[in-house]
């Protein structure tokens, strides 16, 4: 029964990770694009780097959580049991998603002039113009 515990909690939450990582992902894309002003570029490129940073926090969390089992209560009362290590699971995926919508409401707009200044230097300025006394 212990193992099937696990399996449960793993399966449960591990589902769960991978489908809000692509529900954030496929409708995030469109505020992103908004907060970092139309850089679609930016916007995929952040959007990219959020999912593999949230799919790192969540599997990481989701591991530790599997030591401190106490195999009593997982096999007596399996399903309030591995409920309620799912529901400390869920709690953090959504504080996460909450500081990650906040940190790019409050700094998208920075980061996207940064990004257009930066891109503007980068460009090539064409040919100079010949002094006239080169002429």
Known sequence: MLHLSYLL???ISIAMTVWVARTLSKNGEVFLVKCFGQDEVLAKSTNHLLVVGFY???IGFIAL???GWDAQKAVVSMIPYVGSKIGLSVLVLGAMHFFNMAMISRYGRTVAS???DNRIAQEP???P???PSMR
Do not use: E, K
Request: charged residues 15%; proline residues 11%; glycine residues 12%.
């Open 56 to 58: 790192l926090i969540n």
């Open 9 to 11: 909690y793993l399966g």
């Open 125 to 127: 300025r064409g040919i």
């Open 65 to 67: 959580r599997l030591d």
């Open 129 to 131: 113009p010949i002094p």
């Open 114 to 116: 940064w990004a257009s």
